[in-house]
C-alpha cells in the first residue's frame, strides 16, 4: 500500500511535470537573484551562499505544499484514502516522500550547481547537498502537517507558510550551520546529526498529526 | 459535598461562574498592578549600573513569562478539547491566543527600548529576543488558521493541532536559536543575566508578575464569556438570558 | 522615597524616553484590550439583539398569513 500511492504519487508528479519544474525553477532564480541583489564580490557571496540556498530550498518546498492534497480533495480521492482500511499515517507518510521525491530530490542534485555559482569549496558543496538530503525530507513532512491543516481553505497557501515557517527554523538554523562550519573549518557533524535527528522525529510524528489533520479537515 | 466539577464544562453554567470571578481578578489585578508599581518607582534603589533605565524590568521580565506561559496554558486547553472533545475547552484556548500574543509583542516591545539604552541598538539577535520573536510568529499562525477556517468545530481542533505542534517544538527552537546565537557571536554582545537583584527590585517585579497573572485571567474570561455568546447565539439560555437583559 | 521633584521623576535619569515610552506603550495595550474585548460583546449583543426582535415580527407576520 505504501509503495502504491508512493509509486502513484510520483507517477502523478512525472505526467504534471510543470510542477515539479516550477518549484525547481523557482529555487534556481531565487538563488540567482542574490548576487544581483547583494553585489558580485565574491568572498561576500561566499559568506552568504549556505543560508541563501537553504532559504530559497526552503521556499521552494513550501511552496509546491499546497497541491500536495488539493488534487486528491477535489477529486474525492482524499475521501476514499481516508475511508480505506489503511492507515491514514502511512498513506501521509507515502505522499510526503512523493512529494520530497518530486520536489526536494530535484533540489538536492540542483544545489551543488548553484553553489559554484557561489564558488564555494568543494568540501563545503558536499556538506551543502548532504544537508539538503537530510533536511528536505523534514521540510515535506512537517509540511504535509500545514497542508492538511489549511485544506480547502481560502488564501490557504499563505496560511501554510505562516503556520509552518517557525517549524522550520531550527532545521534552517543547522543545515546553513552545518555549511557554515564547514567552511570556518570546525567539523560538522554535529550539525548533520541533529538534522538527522529531526528527520527521524518527523518521520515518527509528523505523519501521525497530519492524519489527523487531515481527518479534522475532512470532517 | 463534592462539588460536581463537570457542571462547569457546560458552556451555560461556566458563563455564569465566569462572570462572577471576574470583577474578582479585576480587582486584585489592579491593586497589586499598584502595589507593584509603587515599589518599582519608589522604593526600588536606583541601580548603580543601569541608573533608572532597569525599571522597565517591571514590565519586561512579567510579559516575557506570561508569553510563554500563555502559549503552554493555551496548548494545554487546546490539547483537552481535542482529546475529550469539550467544546469550552477550545473556547478557552481561542481566547488565550490574542493576550498570549499581545504579552509576547510586549515583551518585545519593552526589551527593545530596554536594549536601546543598554546595548546602544533596537534590536539584539540574542537567543532570548530571537526565540521571542519566533513565539509570536506561532500564535500569529494560531490565530490566523483560526480565523481563516468558519466552522468552529474544524476550526478548535486545527488550532488544536498547531498548537500541541507549536509546544513540543518550542523547546527545540529555543535550544537551536540558543546555540546558533553562541556559535556566531560568542560573547560579543554582552548580555547581562538578570542583574543580581536587590530584594525591593525582586519583590517589586514579582508583584508586577502576579498583576500580570491576575489581569490575564480576568481579560481571558471576559473574552471566553463572548465567544461562548458568539457561538451559542442560537440556545434558548442565550436567549434566556436576552430576555431578562442580563446579559 | 528616590525623587526629589516631579520633573526629576519624569526625566528618569535621562532614560525617560525609553521608560515611559514602554510603560506608556503596555498600558495602551493593555486598555485596548479590554475596550475591544466589550466593543465586540456590545456589537454582538446589538446583533443578536436585532436578529431576535426581527425574527419575532417576521415570524409573527408569517404565523398570521397562516392562521387565515
Known amino acids: 500500500m505504501f509503495l502504491w500511492i508512493v509509486q502513484r504519487d510520483l507517477l502523478l508528479a512525472v505526467r504534471r511535470r510543470s510542477d515539479v519544474l516550477t518549484t525547481l525553477f523557482f529555487f534556481i532564480i531565487v538563488v540567482s ?26 521556499l521552494a518546498s513550501m511552496l509546491s505544499l499546497g497541491r500536495l492534497f488539493a488534487n486528491d480533495y477535489l477529486d474525492g480521492t482524499l475521501e476514499q484514502m ?59 513532512l512537517i509540511g504535509a502537517i500545514g497542508a492538511a491543516l489549511t485544506l480547502g481553505l481560502r488564501g490557504g497557501g499563505v496560511l501554510v507558510s505562516l503556520l509552518v515557517l517557525p517549524l522550520y527554523i531550527p532545521v534552517l538554523i543547522f543545515g546553513a550551520g552545518a555549511v557554515e562550519a564547514i567552511m570556518a573549518g570546525i567539523d560538522y557533524d554535529a550539525h548533520l546529526s541533529l538534522l538527522g535527528a529531526f528527520l527521524l522525529v518527523s518521520v515518527v510524528f509528523a505523519p501521525w498529526a497530519a492524519a489527523a489533520s487531515l481527518r479534522v479537515s475532512m470532517e | 459535598m463534592a462539588i460536581n466539577w463537570y ?19 479585576a480587582v486584585v489585578a489592579f491593586g497589586l498592578l499598584v502595589v ?3 515599589i518599582g518607582f519608589f522604593v526600588a534603589p536606583t541601580d548603580f549600573q543601569q541608573g533608572e533605565a532597569y525599571r522597565i524590568i517591571f514590565i519586561h521580565v512579567p510579559a516575557a513569562w506570561m508569553s510563554m506561559f500563555l502559549y503552554v496554558v ?20 481561542t481566547a488565550i491566543a490574542p493576550t498570549g500574543a499581545l504579552f509576547t509583542f510586549l515583551a518585545l516591545w519593552t526589551g527593545s527600548l530596554w536594549g536601546k539604552p543598554m546595548w546602544g541598538t ?3 539577535w540574542d537567543a532570548r529576543l530571537t526565540s521571542e520573536l519566533i513565539l509570536l510568529f506561532l500564535y500569529i499562525g494560531f490565530m490566523s488558521l483560526q480565523a481563516a477556517i468558519d466552522d468552529s468545530r474544524r476550526a478548535d481542533k486545527a488550532g488544536a493541532i498547531i498548537a500541541l505542534v507549536g509546544v513540543i517544538n518550542i523547546p527545540i527552537i529555543y535550544f537551536s536559536v540558543q546555540w546558533w546565537n553562541t556559535l556566531h557571536q560568542g560573547a560579543s554582545v554582552s548580555v547581562t543575566q538578570a542583574p543580581t537583584m536587590a530584594s525591593t527590585m525582586l519583590t517589586g517585579m514579582m508583584v508586577m508578575v502576579f498583576a500580570s497573572w491576575m489581569y490575564s485571567i480576568a481579560v481571558i474570561l471576559k473574552r471566553v464569556r463572548v465567544i461562548i455568546l458568539e457561538r451559542e447565539s442560537h440556545t434558548a439560555w442565550v436567549a434566556e438570558l436576552r430576555q431578562k437583559g442580563v446579559l | 522615597m528616590n525623587w526629589s521633584s516631579w520633573s526629576e521623576f519624569f526625566s528618569m535619569g535621562g532614560y525617560g524616553v525609553y521608560v515611559w515610552g514602554s510603560y506608556f506603550v503596555t498600558f495602551a495595550c493593555v486598555i485596548g484590550e479590554v475596550l475591544l474585548v466589550s466593543r465586540r460583546k456590545r456589537t454582538l449583543i446589538k446583533r443578536d439583539g436585532l436578529t431576535h426582535k426581527s425574527n419575532k415580527e417576521t415570524y409573527s407576520v408569517r404565523d398570521e398569513e397562516l392562521n387565515n
Open chain 1, 82 to 140: 481516508l475511508l480505506s482500511p489503511q492507515s491514514l499515517s502511512v498513506l501521509v507518510l507515502g505522499k510526503a516522500l512523493a512529494h520530497w521525491l518530486a520536489t526536494g530530490v530535484p533540489l538536492v542534485m540542483m544545489a551543488p550547481v548553484l553553489g559554484i555559482q557561489y564558488d564555494l569549496p568543494t568540501d563545503a558543496l558536499f556538506v551543502l547537498t548532504l544537508s539538503l538530503l537530510l533536511g528536505t525530507p523534514v521540510l515535506s
Open chain 1, 33 to 58: 537573484l542574490f548576487p544581483l541583489s547583494v553585489g558580485p564580490e565574491m568572498n561576500m557571496l561566499r559568506m552568504m551562499a549556505p543560508g541563501i540556498v537553504w532559504v530559497a530550498a526552503l
Open chain 2, 74 to 93: 493555551m496548548a494545554f486547553w487546546a490539547g483537552i478539547g481535542l482529546a475529550f472533545n469539550t467544546r469550552l475547552s477550545s473556547m478557552m484556548a
Open chain 2, 122 to 124: 533596537w534590536w539584539v
Open chain 2, 7 to 25: 457542571k462547569y464544562a457546560s458552556p451555560a453554567s461556566f458563563y455564569s461562574l465566569a462572570g462572577k470571578m471576574i470583577p474578582f481578578f
Open chain 2, 36 to 38: 507593584g508599581l509603587y
